[in-house]
């Protein structure tokens, strides 16, 4: 039971720190739309592979 709160909750951890500072950094340069496309398909693709297994 401890397990899987603790790795929800690192889980959890990890994406506030993406939303928080990953995510406006890549959209500073002028790269929004390469940028947004990449985080895109990123969660396509972890979406697909949880999908599989």
Do not use: C, Q, W
Request: proline share 4%; aromatic share 14%; charged share 15%.
């Amino acid at each position: 039971m401890l397990v899987p709160n603790g790795l929800s909750f690192a889980a959890g951890a990890m994406l506030f720190i993406i939303y928080k500072e990953l995510i406006p950094e890549s959209h500073g340069d002028g790269n929004e739309r390469v940028s947004t496309y990449a985080f895109i398909t990123g969660l396509l693709v972890m979406v697909f592979i949880i999908d599989i297994f």
